[in-house]
């Protein structure tokens, strides 16, 4: 809807997910730096890396992939993960990440510096 925005965000490819245990998934979420996705093209990514999408109150879409994905100083630290599980046992982590990048806009690549982010949410093992 107009004047709502709303942010994504995608951490690469878990590449065994379907075997994967509680343990496994918890690892591929464990606290410390991880790189940004490094498209190899503009418009298809490589699937590895963590990737922002952020879509603004006007609905234009900006993403650390559009432009040239330069992300050069750029970080994102997971800080935390918290086990939880739903009522239906359903395995869930909590993350805690802070990060900078640089947010490019879709079909222009107009760049905004994204500074003292942090971010709370929910991981699935569905």
């Known amino acids: 809807p107009p004047n709502t925005t709303k942010i ?3 951490k690469g490819l878990m ?3 379907t ?3 509680d343990a496994d998934f918890k690892a ?3 606290p410390g730096a991880y790189p940004y996705e490094i498209p190899n093209s ?3 990514p490589t699937g590895e890396g ?3 999408n952020w879509t603004d109150g006007n609905g234009n879409n900006w993403n650390t992939n559009f432009g040239s994905g330069d992300q050069t ?3 994102f630290t997971i800080i935390s993960v918290e086990d939880v599980y739903d009522l239906t046992g359903t395995y869930y982590l909590k993350v805690k990440a802070q990060f900078k990048c640089k947010l490019y806009k879709e079909n222009t ?3 905004k510096q994204l500074i003292n982010g942090e971010f709370v949410g929910y991981f699935g093992k569905i």
Request: proline share 0%; net charge negative; aromatic share 16%.
């Open 8 to 10: 994504e965000i995608d």
């Open 15 to 17: 590449h065994n997910y």
């Open 19 to 21: 075997s994967a245990t």
């Open 28 to 30: 591929f979420f464990a």
């Open 42 to 44: 503009i418009t298809y």
């Open 50 to 52: 963590i990737t922002i």
């Open 73 to 75: 100083g750029s970080t």
């Open 109 to 111: 690549g107009e760049m």
